[in-house]
């Protein structure tokens, strides 16, 4: 009774607390109209207001890191339930109670980052409607029928989340079970449409499609369904997925490393593993989402794909290709110190093939982030004979940046079945069969990749982005699917000769866990600012102009700053509701430990000590889990 009557006041309280946020927005926003209203009674006339300013900070400030933290937790709210609804029902076939108590504890951080996450989408609506009045106007008159689903979409969730996480444990079992995984399945059905139906209204401003006559839900699904809303569906989708793994694998790093027991560094280690796991997983067709976006774009509008890939915003794919080959880096890192720590004996087995991988991404790393041309003074592109590197140059354009694309997503593909099949000895007959085919496809996969890329060169634009780059991520995709299942047929009859030991890896596995999340942070800050400014001084592309003296797309430089501010914010934003998502796991912990040290716990040895008795404990070599 104690304990519901502290969850019913917690839950209370966070309500109160959201409560009073919105009606200081809402107190806010009122005071920032009272001058208008005070002009209009002046001057008898109700003028209508398209634009409002914060003094100091700037309207499109406060809305850019908003909006910004918004969209990161959203992420991560939408891409956690995918995983731990899997981890659940992979914990139910199986039996293993480890994949149940992995689900929960994913399921629990989702509770947690909710309610943040919709107080934050209430702030930016409150920003959105007091600063820019003129255009949510516009935008509710083509998407009200929108905005009602969306609210629906919104209470079923939050109904749907609420039921999955407080009926876990009273749903364990039988036929109970079966309704628990049903709704988290629900949970997974909910989120998608919660995501797609704003994207709609995200994407209609870069790619408006308006129609006159009418109904209000025939328009409102003329400007859903606009060139580039499926790209940024399926876009978004993975990209929430590589988003909620990366930042589990860093929470699952950081409790690693301040771990006391070697039960608690077994656990992370393996959350861990499985974290970096579910954000490789989601990282590998990423580049092809992204591509297809691009795709759409250039066919939508060839002048906003210029302005993107070729205008001032090219740079910033040179960034985006160094945050995106530290990801790569750092995830097979993982993967690497994974086959050299957690299975004894491999480290010399496999040496040489990390190292030739690791060669492979630091070449196609280069090739990436060398750029088109260079800035470069007058004297300096004299020397040269104009801003292209004569050398370097030619690694600067697309053909060369496709092909060192999927050769690493090639590389970390099979960084991953290495992991895989690490320790295992294959016993089926056709096993040496299987891997000459395996070896053939990758080796032909490869040389294949590569001949495209060169022949990009000597072919028109138009076939290259048509036929070849295609046809690079076709073979990509097809080494994924005749490899994996014939791994995975493989492995089933393997046999084991090496136990893989968790709770052994070093510091640095939890510190590169670390880093994979705020790479993937930086990352989406960088590509929501390019998707933004590719419109330029339009607030609908083409059809309502931006007026305001905000009209303009921000220095790369001032981006950049307001890019790693945000991030700042969101680690600090995570860390802060991790830490309070904890609170009742470490009061848990001190009670327990109270408990054993309380005459009728746990009796100790006779001449030993709880305190020698954990010591010995925690020397003791922890075992691969059955």
């Known amino acids: 009774m104690r304990h519901q009557s502290r969850t019913g006041t917690h839950v209370g309280g966070r309500v109160a607390g959201q409560l009073a946020v919105l009606a200081g927005c809402a107190a806010f926003l009122g005071l920032a109209g009272i001058p208008d209203l005070?002009?209009?009674?002046?001057?008898?006339?109700?003028?209508?207001?398209?634009y409002r300013d914060l003094p100091y900070i700037g309207s499109r400030n406060l809305v850019w890191i908003i909006a910004q933290l918004h969209l990161l937790l959203a992420g991560f709210v939408l891409g956690v339930p995918i995983f731990a609804w899997l981890c659940?029902?992979?914990?139910?076939?199986?039996?293993?109670?480890?994949?149940?108590?992995?689900?929960?504890?994913?399921?629990?951080?989702?509770?947690?980052?909710?309610a943040?996450?919709?107080?934050?989408?209430?702030?930016?609506?409150?920003?959105?409607?007091?600063?820019?009045?003129?255009?949510?106007?516009?935008?509710?008159?083509?998407?009200?029928?929108?905005?009602?689903?969306?609210?629906?979409?919104?209470?079923?969730?939050?109904?749907?989340?609420?039921l999955y996480w407080y009926g876990w444990d009273a749903m364990a079992e039988g036929n109970g079970k079966k309704f628990h995984i049903f709704l988290g399945f629900l949970l997974n059905v909910f989120a998608f449409f919660i995501m797609i139906v704003p994207n709609s209204?995200?994407?209609?401003?870069?790619?408006?499609?308006?129609?006159?006559?009418g109904t209000d839900f025939e328009r409102a699904w003329a400007a859903t369904w606009n060139p580039t809303w499926w790209p940024v569906n399926i876009h978004r989708l993975i990209a929430n997925v590589v988003l909620g793994g990366y930042i589990c694998g860093a929470y699952a790093?950081?409790?690693?490393?301040?771990?006391?027991?070697?039960?608690?560094?077994?656990?992370?280690?393996?959350?861990?593993?499985?974290?970096?796991?579910?954000?490789?997983?989601?990282?590998?067709p990423l580049p092809f989402a992204g591509y297809w976006l691009m795709r759409e774009i250039y066919q939508y509008n060839q002048q906003m794909g210029i302005t993107l890939m070729g205008g001032f915003l090219s740079w910033l794919f040179i960034l985006q290709a160094m945050l995106i080959g530290v990801l790569f880096l750092g995830s097979n890192y993982y993967f690497w110190m994974g086959i050299t720590h957690r299975i004894p004996g491999s480290e010399g087995q496999y040496r040489k093939?990390?190292?030739?991988?690791?060669?492979?991404?630091?070449?196609?790393?280069?090739?990436?982030?060398?750029?088109?041309?260079?800035?470069?003074?007058?004297?300096?592109?004299?020397?040269?004979?104009?801003?292209?590197?004569?050398?370097l140059g030619v690694f600067g354009v697309m053909s060369a940046k496709m092909t060192v694309s999927n050769l690493m997503v090639l590389v970390t593909f099979m960084s991953f079945i290495m992991y895989w099949r690490a320790g295992k000895e294959d016993t089926a007959g056709w096993a040496k069969v299987a891997?000459?085919?395996?070896?053939?496809?990758?080796?032909?996969?490869?040389?294949?990749?590569?001949?495209?890329?060169?022949?990009?060169?000597?072919?028109?634009?138009?076939?290259?982005?048509?036929?070849?780059?295609?046809?690079?991520?076709?073979?990509?995709?097809?080494?994924?699917?005749?490899?994996?299942?014939?791994?995975?047929?493989?492995?089933?009859?393997?046999?084991?000769?090496?136990?893989?030991?968790?709770?052994?890896?070093?510091?640095?596995?939890?510190?590169?866990?670390?880093?994979?999340?705020?790479?993937?942070?930086?990352?989406?800050?960088?590509?929501?600012?390019?998707?933004?400014?590719?419109?330029?001084?339009?607030?609908?592309?083409?059809?309502?102009?931006?007026?305001s003296q905000y009209a303009f797309s921000p220095a790369l430089g001032y981006a950049a700053a307001l890019m790693a501010l945000n991030t700042f914010l969101f680690c600090l934003l995570v860390a802060f509701i991790f830490w309070v998502a904890t609170m009742g796991d470490k009061a848990?912990?001190?009670?327990?430990?109270?408990?054993?040290?309380?005459?009728?716990?746990?009796?100790?040895?006779?001449?030993?000590?709880?305190?020698l008795d954990a010591a010995t404990s925690e020397a003791t070599e922890p075992k691969r889990p059955a």
């Open 38 to 50: 005070l002009f209009a009674q002046e001057s008898g006339v109700q003028a209508p207001t398209a």
């Open 353 to 391: 093939p990390i190292m030739a991988m690791l060669i492979i991404l630091l070449l196609c790393l280069a090739v990436w982030m060398t750029p088109h041309s260079l800035v470069a003074s007058l004297e300096e592109a004299q020397k040269m004979g104009g801003t292209h590197h004569p050398l």
């Open 116 to 162: 943040t996450t919709a107080l934050f989408g209430g702030i930016l609506l409150f920003l959105l409607i007091g600063f820019y009045p003129k255009l949510m106007a516009y935008l509710t008159d083509i998407f009200f029928p929108s905005f009602l689903v969306y609210c629906a979409l919104f209470l079923v969730e939050t109904a749907t989340l609420y």
């Open 435 to 547: 891997k000459s085919v395996m070896g053939a496809v990758l080796v032909l996969a490869g040389l294949a990749v590569i001949v495209l890329g060169v022949w990009g060169y000597f072919v028109p634009a138009i076939i290259r982005i048509n036929y070849f780059s295609t046809s690079q991520v076709g073979i990509v995709i097809f080494v994924m699917l005749t490899i994996t299942p014939l791994t995975a047929l493989l492995l089933k009859s393997a046999k084991t000769t090496t136990e893989m030991v968790w709770g052994r890896m070093p510091p640095r596995a939890g510190y590169s866990l670390v880093l994979n999340a705020v790479m993937v942070i930086l990352l989406m800050t960088l590509m929501g600012y390019a998707r933004s400014s590719s419109r330029v001084h339009w607030h609908v592309y083409g059809v309502m102009r931006d007026s």
């Open 201 to 213: 209204w995200a994407t209609f401003q870069a790619s408006p499609v308006v129609i006159a006559e």
């Open 253 to 284: 790093g950081i409790r690693y490393l301040s771990a006391k027991g070697q039960e608690e560094r077994y656990h992370y280690d393996w959350m861990g593993y499985v974290g970096n796991f579910i954000g490789v997983f989601g990282l590998l």
């Open 588 to 611: 848990k912990a001190a009670a327990g430990a109270k408990t054993q040290a309380e005459p009728g716990g746990i009796p100790v040895m006779a001449g030993g000590s709880q305190a």
């Open 88 to 114: 659940e029902v992979v914990g139910w076939k199986s039996g293993d109670k480890r994949y149940d108590k992995l689900a929960k504890e994913f399921t629990k951080l989702l509770t947690s980052s909710y």
